[in-house]
């Protein structure tokens, strides 16, 4: 059962322009999110995170919503750069205690030049 | 500080053999979590040490086992390996606390013939 689901497999766009990813998740227990970017052969880079606390985080170039009522997040990321072409994976977990992460199963995200 | 560490990098393993995986965290982590991707799964979660006790286990058989030591640095171990345990094995660390990120290392690929 997919707690985290990112139903986008891929996703392309000029370089310069907002690049959007989205991801949804079912589990109501889930109270922290967190994105990661991934490049072949090498482990997830975190990039930015966002408690249930607040509906937004902003950092730099990387922007992420959440939206709790909807059990939906998106990143934003503003201007999108060649370098960002990467897979990224939405990430979740509970108050409960539990240090795992619940993970999406990736976008592909392509920045055209 | 230095990145989480894994070793080996590669391995190539036949049916019915077990296999070692190891990892360092980043110094002053103490808390460990191990996941597999797979195409097809996408990243879940293995299980989690802390202090030398599993914390929290994910939805694997009992094939899949792992340890950690006193100076945080932790194993996994698969016996009787299947063609799909083939995968990228891999490990992350975070300090205390349930709202830290994870830091991830750059991965295991095990290919089991």
């Known amino acids: 059962d997919q707690q985290v689901k990112q139903n986008s497999p891929s996703l392309s766009v000029q370089e310069g322009r907002i690049s959007i990813l989205n991801c949804d998740y079912t589990n109501s227990m889930f109270d922290y999110f967190l994105w990661y970017k991934k490049y072949p052969a090498e482990g997830p880079t975190f990039l930015i995170s966002i408690s249930s606390i607040k509906d937004k985080n902003e950092d730099g170039r990387f922007t992420v919503f959440l939206n709790k009522s909807a059990k939906h997040l998106s990143l934003h990321i503003v201007p999108s750069q060649p370098g960002d072409s990467a897979v990224y994976f939405c990430?979740?977990?509970?108050?409960?205690?539990?240090?795992?992460?619940?993970f999406g199963t990736g976008t592909r995200l392509t920045v055209i030049p | 500080k230095a990145g989480v560490t894994q070793t080996p990098r590669y391995l190539i393993k036949t049916r019915g053999q077990q296999v070692t995986l190891s990892c360092s965290p980043i110094s002053g982590h103490r808390s460990v979590s191990w996941y597999q991707q797979t195409p097809g799964q996408g990243l879940q979660f293995l299980f989690e040490y802390f202090s030398e006790t599993q914390r929290n286990k994910g939805n694997f058989p009992g094939r899949f086992s792992g340890r950690q030591f006193s100076n945080s640095r932790s194993e996994m171990n698969v016996s009787t390996l299947e063609l799909g345990d083939s995968a990228l094995y891999l490990c992350?660390?975070?300090?205390?606390?349930?709202?830290?990120?994870?830091?991830f290392g750059p991965g295991t690929r095990l290919t089991v013939l």
């Open positions: 990430a979740a977990k509970s108050q409960t205690g539990a240090n795992n992460l619940f």
């Open positions: 992350a660390s975070s300090p205390q606390g349930i709202y830290n990120e994870q830091f």
